[in-house]
């Protein structure tokens, strides 16, 4: 058996494409998955490379060079649990566990205190960019046992994407669950943008009856300036497409069901946790739970009265305001996102470095954006930013596109077009610039049947009143 610079477990897409970018960039590489079709197809991808398929844990695990890196790429859950269990009784003070999964930071951190005392580093990595960024250069987000990163940096480094000025797309986050964190704020970002962005699309559909090949035309376009992203791209593709077999755009017969696989939803509870208001993120985690609501919808759809979605505006001109708005929604997105990022970091002490984080989003993952290189300049101006959209620039770029956002939003709900992603990020925008809010009726509300007491406004302390004679 030959000497491995790294073990991979779990074989499936992901897997494989690391271990052959690992092998592409000089490391040789060892596999292993249960699934024995798995293996073989492995040895068969692999044929002739610096790289083979071990026939269990154990044998992977004696064919690696000390100190032993392994990058665990099962199911989140319990399947790592099992791994872990397995591994445990095989490695020795000083090998290092990487668990590339989409893991929630809770369990990293949980996995981490199990292994104290054994020696064994443990480091919970983001992985972004699906499984075609694991091919050619994902974006890499670790973070756990600090001493692990001298051991893994080289790799990681080398298999990442580059952004433009050459920089890779892997840092250190910090200690503890921080990687997997970051990357679960990453996707609840993802779920935000993919969100607003299909809202655009509804708009252009519902109100001014483009169909997809013109559609995508607008995409394109969008994508050469300041929307260019890679879901702006790929929504350009994707409009594009026709079905062979019924020479129709094949979008149109895809099923509006969205499915998900839980981190959208576990950003948005973490926001609720910490107190971090992120409704954009929310809003795009509960469309794609009523969107799985379908037959409801169409029951309803036949009771519930609305206006009709007829836009008599000038076209060329609503396009753009589209356009302006879904500039303005991506980047409140972000803002509560690096909130999140910013309430985690005071809670957990991980030091999270928010310009690099903004850096290494800008190739390799899912929301990378020119917007990022933006977002990196802002934290690297002021690494104390409060909030994202108190940057000179994006405060500057919001005031040019507020408006635009009031009109698209006004206009979806004067023509009964359900555009919540939009809805909440203009709401957020608004409640943030709001210096006073109605929460003083509200504590008053709570006092009066809860005697839950009050502040006020001119003097110190907490009060009740007995609101009734």
Known sequence: MQQSDIGIVGLGVMGENLALNLERNGFAVGGFDLDAAKRDNFSRRTQGKRAHAARSLAELVASLQAPRRLLLMVPAGAAVDVVLVELRQMLAAGDVVIDGGNTRFTDTQRRMLELEGSGILYVGAGVSGGEEGALRGPALMPGGHAQAWPLVKPMLQSIAARAEDGQPCCEWMGSGGAGHFVKMVHNGIEYADMQTICEAYWLMQQLLGMRPAEMSRTFADWNEGELGSYLVGITADILARTDPETGQ???????????????????????????????????????RTLSAVRQERVAAAAVLAGPQA????????????????????KICSYAQGFQLLGAADREHQWSLPFA?????????????AKLLEDIRAAYARNPELVNLLMDEHFAQVMAECQQDLRDVVATAAQHGVAVPAFMSALSYYDCLRSPRLPANLLQAQRDYFGAHTYQRLDRPGKFHTRWVD
């Open 249 to 287: 755009p094949l979008v149109d017969l895809i099923v509006d069901t969205a499915e998900q696989k839980g981190t959208g939803k576990w950003a948005s509870q973490a926001a609720l946790d910490m107190g971090v208001n992120a409704p954009t993120i929310a809003d795009a985690v509960f469309a």
């Open 310 to 329: 007829a836009y008599s505006g000038d076209r060329c001109v609503f396009i753009e305001k589209i356009r302006r708005a879904l500039l303005a929604a």
């Open 356 to 368: 690099t984080i903004a850096s290494i989003w800008r190739a390799g993952c899912i929301i990378r």
